[in-house]
Structure formats: structure tokens, C-alpha cells
């Protein structure tokens, strides 16, 4: 017998109870509440379903408090070994990339303050049509993906543009459930990172823009505000958007 299995068990029942008794649950509303949940399994889409109701709480606890920067959701779109850049750093796009040009920079460092040389960050964005390379048709292989190390200060930099807000193209019963609660299916523009150096914590995260319409109503409730920036516009015809983030990694041993 799990001792664990059993608590979570006993609390994910009576948080149920709770919610049944506050709002006045009728058995018609629960018959129709448990069909859409079989209907969900056998479609596939349960997992879809506790994703986008539950999943960013995870990342909560796999990240110590106070420890460097916030982890965000992986996603479903990453997709492993993408290109190793060559200083400067450009992540990879045709010529008539849809998007606004930008130029991200930022740091890396440990918890105290000492420069991450030689991190590797694995970079992966949608467009500024909201396409993801390998998931989008019509969009080359490795579009806005790549890695590039940090130099000898813990710096990087690198040209991209910027991703726009994209709807989630939910289908079954998670766009059923949408449409019940009148609740937008979009995500806010974001670029997600993945950060891994011999001396640190590995960390995925994304980093999001403070004037983005859906920062505020992301359909996965993934925005957290230590991991929103903020996107500068510069005048002149060839001047790109600027931002900056700086990263922030625990040392290795003090990951829980």
C-alpha cells in the first residue's frame, strides 16, 4: 500500500466533495460531467484535458523556492537536437520570415551571481503567424530552432523575430469544454528556452511580452510574471525590436 498514493487519493476526493457541496452539484450536471470525461478517454484526450486544467502546477513543485529562475511548461512542440549556431547568433528563418525582427539578449548565472560560461541554450518559437517549424505545413525543418553557448560572461545574444499570439486548435472535449466557459484558446507570444550547464540545474522556461493582448488570459494558465519582459520598439526602417532576460540557475546539488 502507498502511504503517498493513499493521501493524495484522500485529498483529491475530499476537494471534490468540497466543490460538489459548495455549488449545489445536481446528479444531471454529474452524469453529464463524467460522460464528457468518458468521452475524453476513449478519444484519447484526457491527457489533453489535465494539461490544460493542472499542468503548469507541476513545474510549481519542481522548482524551489527562491532558487533561480521560473520553470515553464515544455510544450508540446520541442523537438530535440536542433541546429548548433555559429556566432553571431541568427536562429535559422527564410527571407520573408512572417515577424517583427528581434534581437533578444540576456545572461546566465547561478544563484550567486557567478557568470554560466558555456551554457547551452536550446531555443525554440513560433513565427509571427503563430507556426512552429515541423508542426506548421509549409514551414522548413528547424524554422526558429537552435543552440547556441553563452560566452565567457554568461552572455548571449541572438536575431529572431517576434512570435505572435497563436490559438490553440483544441479539439473534442478540451474545445468543448472552452466553448462551455466562454474562454478564449489562444497563447500569449512566447520563446521557450532550455537551459543545461555541468554546474547547474537544468531549466525549461519561456519567456513572454509585457504588451501581448493574451498575456493576461493564456488558454494553459502558463504566464507567470517573473518570466515576462519587456519588448522595446526603436525608431527607424531597420531597427528591430529589442528585449532582455536574465536567467538565473541553482547549482546543481540543490535541486529537491
Given at each position: 500500500?502507498?502511504?503517498?498514493?493513499?493521501?493524495?487519493?484522500?485529498?483529491?476526493?475530499?476537494?471534490l466533495?468540497e466543490?460538489?457541496?459548495?455549488?449545489?452539484?445536481?446528479?444531471?450536471?454529474?452524469?453529464?460531467?463524467?460522460?464528457?470525461?468518458?468521452?475524453?478517454?476513449?478519444a484519447?484526450e484526457?491527457?489533453?484535458?489535465?494539461?490544460?486544467?493542472?499542468?503548469?502546477?507541476?513545474?510549481?513543485?519542481?522548482?524551489?523556492?527562491?532558487?533561480?529562475?521560473?520553470?515553464?511548461?515544455?510544450?508540446?512542440?520541442?523537438?530535440?537536437d536542433?541546429?548548433?549556431?555559429?556566432?553571431?547568433?541568427?536562429?535559422p528563418?527564410?527571407?520573408?520570415?512572417?515577424?517583427?525582427?528581434?534581437?533578444?539578449?540576456?545572461?546566465?548565472?547561478?544563484?550567486?551571481?557567478?557568470?554560466?560560461?558555456?551554457?547551452?541554450?536550446?531555443?525554440?518559437?513560433s513565427?509571427?503567424?503563430?507556426?512552429?517549424?515541423?508542426?506548421?505545413?509549409?514551414?522548413?525543418?528547424?524554422?526558429?530552432?537552435?543552440?547556441?553557448?553563452?560566452?565567457?560572461?554568461?552572455?548571449?545574444?541572438?536575431?529572431t523575430?517576434?512570435?505572435?499570439?497563436?490559438?490553440v486548435?483544441?479539439?473534442g472535449?478540451?474545445?468543448?469544454?472552452?466553448?462551455?466557459?466562454g474562454?478564449?484558446?489562444?497563447?500569449?507570444?512566447?520563446i521557450?528556452?532550455?537551459?543545461?550547464?555541468?554546474?547547474?540545474?537544468?531549466?525549461?522556461?519561456?519567456?513572454?511580452?509585457?504588451?501581448?493582448?493574451?498575456?493576461?488570459?493564456?488558454?494553459?494558465?502558463?504566464?507567470?510574471?517573473?518570466?515576462?519582459?519587456?519588448?522595446?520598439?526603436?525608431?527607424?526602417?531597420d531597427?528591430?525590436?529589442?528585449?532582455?532576460?536574465?536567467?538565473?540557475?541553482?547549482?546543481?546539488?540543490?535541486?529537491?
Amino acid at each position: 500500500m502507498s502511504t503517498r498514493l493513499n493521501a493524495i487519493f484522500d485529498d483529491l476526493q475530499a476537494a471534490l466533495r468540497e466543490i460538489i457541496a459548495r455549488h449545489g452539484v445536481t446528479w444531471e450536471e454529474y452524469r453529464f460531467a463524467t460522460g464528457w470525461l468518458t468521452d475524453a478517454g476513449a478519444a484519447g484526450e484526457l491527457c489533453d484535458v489535465v494539461d490544460l486544467l493542472v499542468a503548469p502546477a507541476v513545474d510549481d513543485n519542481a522548482h524551489p523556492a527562491g532558487e533561480g529562475t521560473e520553470p515553464n511548461i515544455e510544450g508540446p512542440v520541442y523537438v530535440a537536437d536542433a541546429p548548433m549556431l555559429e556566432p553571431p547568433f541568427v536562429l535559422p528563418r527564410r527571407d520573408d520570415e512572417p515577424g517583427e525582427p528581434l534581437l533578444f539578449s540576456g545572461t546566465i548565472r547561478s544563484t550567486d551571481g557567478s557568470p554560466l560560461a558555456g551554457t547551452v541554450v536550446d531555443i525554440w518559437q513560433s513565427n509571427g503567424a503563430g507556426e512552429y517549424s515541423q508542426f506548421a505545413p509549409g514551414v522548413p525543418e528547424h524554422n526558429l530552432r537552435g543552440r547556441l553557448t553563452t560566452d565567457d560572461d554568461g552572455r548571449f545574444e541572438f536575431d529572431t523575430v517576434v512570435p505572435a499570439p497563436y490559438e490553440v486548435h483544441l479539439n473534442g472535449a478540451p474545445a468543448r469544454l472552452l466553448t462551455a466557459l466562454g474562454r478564449p484558446s489562444f497563447r500569449p507570444g512566447h520563446i521557450h528556452f532550455k537551459l543545461s550547464h555541468e554546474d547547474a540545474a537544468p531549466l525549461t522556461t519561456q519567456i513572454y511580452f509585457d504588451d501581448d493582448p493574451f498575456i493576461d488570459s493564456d488558454v494553459v494558465g502558463a504566464v507567470k510574471a517573473s518570466l515576462v519582459t519587456k519588448l522595446l520598439r526603436h525608431s527607424g526602417q531597420d531597427s528591430p525590436a529589442t528585449c532582455s532576460y536574465d536567467f538565473v540557475l541553482p547549482a546543481a546539488h540543490t535541486i529537491l
